[in-house]
DNA sequence: CCGGGGATTATCT
DNA sequence: GATAATCCCCGGC
């Protein structure tokens, strides 16, 4: 209800966060920051520690691969700080940021959060009887443990339903953010091994087998 | 620790 | 009818 309270520190990412060109820029800086859902009467938040980004239009990997435009996609092409959640393998919610303007789909799917707030509302969406390391980890665990599905898409993140907040402390250095590859994606040719991933080193949310 | 395969259904061809 | 920006479990080593 009064975000603001709960996070008196920090304030919401502006417009001018999302309001540029390079999208791969803008999932690097994603790290860290705070996602915060405000769904069926409750605050659950966590710190993004994995993104991925896609190109508007030239990535074989995006949804919106040369201009492809359909009634899924439709919110990619939303102003920049526009939520588009859509329907994986007919169950999974995924959550991305879309950036640039207007009418550029350029899109940073939130692949994994590490919990902050409502911790209890967590447990009971995703049916864990504890916390552990599994339950934002992933863009589905994300979606099912912050209360997202695909009637969140096409919000504005500065509003309260769902929105991303600077995290109040000094931004994460360089060397602490790894890259690589996304996650999922094969199919899409020469473009499946752009280094459109970032992640917070060493963090045990982060998707995918542990790198030794 | 690592890889394979099934679950489950909205979406697109 | 085929596919999918995933997840979880299981078996093998």
């Given at each position: 209800m009064f975000p603001n309270l709960i996070h008196p520190v920090v304030k919401k990412l502006?417009?001018?966060?999302?309001n540029r060109a390079d999208v791969?820029?803008?999932?690097?800086?994603?790290i860290g920051k705070v996602v915060v859902t405000h769904i069926d009467n409750v605050i659950t938040s966590g710190?993004?520690?994995e993104t991925e980004a896609y190109v508007a239009l030239v990535d074989k990997a995006s949804h919106s691969y040369n201009g492809k435009r359909t009634a899924r996609n439709e919110h990619m092409y939303a102003a920049p700080g526009t939520s588009y959640v859509y329907i994986c393998y007919g169950m999974h919610q995924m959550l991305n940021v879309i950036t640039n303007k207007e009418g550029i789909p350029d899109a940073i799917l939130i692949?994994?959060?590490?919990?902050i707030e409502g911790m209890d509302a967590m447990l009971a969406r995703?049916?864990?009887?504890?916390p552990d390391n599994t339950i934002t980890r992933g863009p589905g665990n994300v979606g099912k443990a912050l209360g997202i599905s695909k009637t969140h898409s096409g919000l504005l993140l500065l509003d309260d339903v769902l929105s991303i907040y600077e995290?109040?402390?000094s931004r994460i250095p360089d060397e602490l953010i790894g890259s690589s590859k996304r996650i999922g994606i094969d199919s899409a040719g020469d473009d499946a091994l752009l280094p459109y991933r970032f992640y917070l080193k060493g963090n045990p949310f982060v998707s995918g087998r542990p790198v030794k």
């Open positions: 502006p417009l001018s966060f999302y791969v820029q803008i999932a690097k800086e994603l710190r993004i520690v692949r994994a959060v590490e919990p995703t049916g864990k009887p504890k995290d109040g402390q």
